[in-house]
Structures are given as structure tokens and as C-alpha cells.
């Protein structure tokens, strides 16, 4: 056991020390803010694209009807011209001509645009049809008043989705958006991890056999504990640089809060204090706070404690479980990058095929192709933390089960590729295959 944690320590070490490690450990978390910070801004100036449109309404249905977008990034003039190529030669980008809709003509209502415009404003422009005429088929059949629907389309927007725990117990607000987001972020980092540490653990492997390191270090150590002391070391470097990341992130966050103005932060207290503030015209509250609010609670509503060891606990089971294959791979591999290829393909399969369930999974988490890609250890580490962070997603048996599997599977891995890796190590001047893999995990030469 000495033997093997002095392998552990030493991989451990040397990796710490290298400075890729510590570059990429201290970088990406800044990354990280910067692409978000970007995100927003592209989304913001992309939004932020001038639209005018020119509305010729023969029916008068549509006119003072159609509203204007709040950063009037979109504007609707109405006018009785038909000049189409006179009015997009000038100041309009679109123009929009309604005819007479009883007769259910096929062009009853025409758009002509000057160039292409953006997908958000198409969207608008549609949207703000489609519900004025649902006003006026609602007005005239049920003689319902605009200011009853407005009112009506305002409380639809504000419902919440809520989880009902059972009669008489506390009830938690869902917020599908964060959770999705949150899922598909640990899912696709354990997607990534498991790439970059299972190749590292195979290239140290490839390198200390066409070296020749490995026949002096196997003479002081068995195989065995050699590649048992590469797979933790290299695992215990993921779990630091992980915890690293969680540090630093919460550290950007923590530091980029003493930037936000003190009004601001006072109208969140006053929000967090007193919720019904949200839709209250009483007090004046900044939209800015509302936004801070908003996602304090959201992210305060989420099990925690349950997403970070979930992901800990995948991310070390899913490692383990390939490390050891990308492990035995490296150990029968000579010189040859071609035959690395082809040899890690098999194994980097089940990796891929897991994220493209896990796409699936975060929209549909109920569904047996969630449920199965959650219980078997070749896609669990991905696909159950893309499901994790939904309340009540994931009952407290599947899990159980899908650890287990995990734990086993693992193990499995572990003693198959050990079998191979004692022979495989040593082995010079043969191709490696699959076929002979297989013999030598079963104890054939």
C-alpha cells in the first residue's frame, strides 16, 4: 500500500507543479464570468437592432392596437400607402398590408421587408399579430373588455410552477430555466473532464512504456498497484482543480457584488423582505433589482447540498470507470498514433452517446431513456447530473440504484483492466487489438 501511494503522490505532484494545470485552473473560472458578461452584451446589443414599420391597415383592426417594443427597438407607423418600393427605400425596414380578413384570402395579410431582419424582431412582429386578432375574436364573442384580457395575459405570465410535497407540508417554487441550465452545465463538464483526465491517464501510461520507465518501476511495484496509483493521482488532481474552480468562481461573484450600487441593494433587501413588492406599483423598484432578486431565490431554492456531492460523487464514479479502460488502452499501445485511434474509439463511444442522451434527458427527465441513461454506469456520471437539479426529477431509489451500478461497474473496470495491464505493459512489438485485450483479460497470452 506504501508502494502505491508513493505512485499516488508522485502523479499528483508532478501535475500540480506543471504550469498547464495551474494556468487553466486560475484562467477558466475567469473565462468562465467573462463568457457570460459577453453573452449578455451580444444578447443586449443584438436585441438592440432599429426596426420601423410601416403598417397599411385596411380593415382597422390593427391600428393603435399593435405596440411599439419597450426599448423601441421596434416601431409601428401607420399609414394608407401603397408605394411599397417608395416607403422600404426610405425610412422603413418592413411594410405590412392587411386586406380584408373575412374572406380568408391566402395573402390577406403580406409582409415585404427591405433586407433580412432579425429573428427577435420577426418573432415580435408576429407575436404582437397574432395577439391582437386573439383580442378581437375574444372581444366580439365574449364581449369581454381590453382591459379584463390585459389583466388576464398579465397573471398568466406571473404563474409559477410549484412542487406539491403532499398536504399540509411546505411547497417549493420550481425554476425549470436555472435548473436546466445548471444540469446541462455539470453534465457537459463531467463530459469534458472525463475526456481530458481518462486520455492523461493513458498517455502517461504510453509514455513510461515506449520509454521503458514502466520495466523499472513494475520490478520495485506490481502492475496492479503502478496503474492503481496513476488513475487516483490523476483523479485527486480533477477533485482539486474542481474545488479550486468552486472557490474562485464564488470569489468573482462575491467581488463583483461590491460593485453593484447601494440603492440597488437595498430595493433586493426590500424584495427579499417583502416578495409581494415584485408586481407592486407603490413602491418604486428597479428592474435591475428585481433581476437580483429574482435569481437570489432562484438559486437559493435549489438542493445544494445534493447537486455538489451528486457531481463529486459522478465525476469520481465516471472517472474511475473509464480511467481504468483508457488505462488498459495505453498499456497495449506501442508507438503507433493511429492505433491509439483506433483502440480509444469503443471506449470514447458510450462518452458521446451519454451526452446526446443527456440533451434528451434535461427537457424529458421522466422518460425511460432518462431513467435507463441515468442507471448504467457507462452514460450515469453524465446523464444523472443532468437530472439531478430538478426537484423530485429523481427519486431517492433511482439514485441509490444508480450509484450502485456505478460502484460496481467501476470495480468491474478496475479488475478488467488490471488484467490487461499486467500483461499489456510489458508487451513490445505485438499490435494492439481488442481481440488480444480480450484474451489477455481472461488469461490468455
Known sequence: MSKTWLIIK????????????LLSTFLLPLVIVLFIAGSIYLST?????????????????????????????????????TAVSKLLNGQFDAYIHIKDLQKNAENAISIEVKKQISANNEDYIRNQMNLVLENKMLEDNFKMPMA?????????????????????????????????????FCGILIYITMFIYGT?????????????????????????????GKIVGIGAVGITQFLLWIILIFGIFSVAQLFIPADI?????????????????????????????????ALYSLNWPLIISSFLFFFLGGYLFYAALFAAVGSVINEDPQEAQ???????????????????AIQNPNTSLAFWGSVIPFTSPIVMMGIVPAPGAVPWTQLVLSMTLLIA?????????????????????????????????????
Open 148 to 184: 379584463t384580457l390585459d389583466s388576464m395575459r398579465k397573471q398568466a405570465k406571473n404563474i409559477d410552477l410549484i412542487q406539491s410535497k403532499g398536504e399540509g407540508k411546505d411547497k417549493q417554487q420550481i425554476y425549470s430555466g436555472l435548473t436546466a441550465s445548471i444540469g446541462y
Open 265 to 297: 441593494l437595498q430595493q433586493v433587501e426590500q424584495l427579499q423582505n417583502n416578495p409581494a413588492l415584485q408586481n407592486s406599483n407603490t413602491v418604486q423598484i428597479s428592474q435591475a433589482a428585481k433581476n437580483i432578486a429574482g435569481a437570489t431565490e
Open 10 to 21: 508522485r502523479e499528483y505532484t508532478t501535475r500540480v507543479r506543471n504550469k498547464t494545470f
Open 45 to 81: 446589443k443584438g436585441a438592440s437592432e432599429k426596426c420601423i414599420v410601416a403598417l397599411n391597415d385596411e380593415t382597422g383592426i390593427f391600428k393603435n392596437t399593435l405596440k411599439d417594443k419597450k426599448d423601441k427597438s421596434i416601431r409601428f407607423v401607420y399609414t394608407s400607402d
Open 409 to 445: 461497474g467501476f470495480l468491474f473496470t478496475t479488475w478488467l483492466a488490471a488484467k490487461i495491464y499486467h500483461v499489456g505493459i510489458l508487451s513490445y512489438g505485438k499490435k494492439g487489438s481488442w481481440k488480444q485485450m480480450i484474451k489477455w483479460a481472461f488469461g490468455k497470452s
Open 342 to 360: 483506433s483502440l480509444v474509439l469503443p471506449i470514447t463511444m458510450p462518452i458521446i452517446f451519454a451526452f446526446i442522451i443527456l440533451t434528451q
Open 200 to 228: 492523461q491517464v493513458m498517455r502517461g501510461v504510453m509514455e513510461e512504456k515506449t520509454n521503458r520507465i514502466a520495466e523499472v518501476i513494475v520490478s520495485s511495484v506490481k502492475p496492479f498497484q503502478l496503474m492503481l
